[in-house]
């Protein structure tokens, strides 16, 4: 079993639609993190937080420390918005590697 | 430079070949981290640097790999004798703190990757 699961792993959505997408990890973490992925591989941090709310524009993501899970929402979606959407934990306060999940893409159709 | 620069951006190599791709940090950074990622999967730690001290080598999958950044800006991974299960994304990421210690939560940069083909 992977340390960090997101789902789902495929999402495709109409444009304005909400969405959320869930990750879940089996280890302390000092950190986690959101990352959009683009075809062609770059990669951009979206957020990265260590307990409760962050926003961004139409970006919220959430993190619940007990139940070791955390959810990225957008809101008001839009095809720009498709991408692969990762989710990576760091563990441990000295702990220095990021653990990924395997990404969900998302595909928001005009 | 703006970000972390990554090159080649695509790189096609014959089985058995030596590849050398190039990282760029963003200026000043002090960690630097190199990872592999397959295909429709999450990239996977190789190797992490704090300026030129190459302070955890663990994801490095053979000894076919090896990652050197002697003066703790630009990096170089190789790979020697390539084979097919090498072909990826090898992505580089760049962050202005040790990895380790109070300081350590900083945001990692990353560059867009070098596709590496094997054929």
């Known amino acids: 079993k992977n340390e960090v699961e997101q789902s789902p792993q495929n999402l495709t959505a109409q444009e304005g639609e909400f969405i959320t997408i869930n990750c879940s990890y089996s280890v302390g973490i000092s950190a986690l993190h959101w990352l959009q992925q683009h075809p062609g591989g770059g990669i951009v941090s979206l957020f990265m937080l260590s307990s409760g709310k962050k926003k961004h524009g139409r970006l919220i993501a959430t993190i619940n420390i007990q139940e070791k899970h955390s959810s990225l929402h957008i809101t008001a979606s839009h095809p720009r918005d498709s991408a692969v959407y990762i989710c990576?934990?760091?563990?441990?306060?000295?702990?220095?590697?990021?653990?990924f999940g395997k990404g969900t893409l998302l595909t928001v159709n005009p | 430079g703006a970000g972390v620069s990554q090159s080649p951006r695509y790189k096609v190599a014959k089985r058995g070949q030596d590849v050398a791709l190039r990282c760029d940090p963003i200026s000043g950074h002090v960690s630097l981290f190199w990872y592999q990622q397959a295909l429709g999967q999450g990239p996977e730690f190789l190797t992490y640097f704090q300026n030129e001290a190459q302070l955890d080598k663990s994801g490095l999958p053979s000894d076919r790999f090896f990652a050197e950044r002697p003066e703790g800006s630009v990096s170089t991974l190789k790979i020697q004798r390539t084979q097919q299960e090498d072909s990826a994304v090898y992505l580089c990421?760049?962050?202005?703190?040790?990895?380790?210690?109070?300081?350590?939560?900083?945001?990692?940069?990353f560059g867009d990757g070098t596709r590496l083909s094997i054929l």
């Open positions: 990576a934990v760091k563990s441990g306060g000295s702990n220095y590697k990021l653990t």
């Open positions: 990421a760049s962050s202005l703190t040790p990895g380790t210690g109070t300081l350590s939560n900083q945001p990692q940069h």
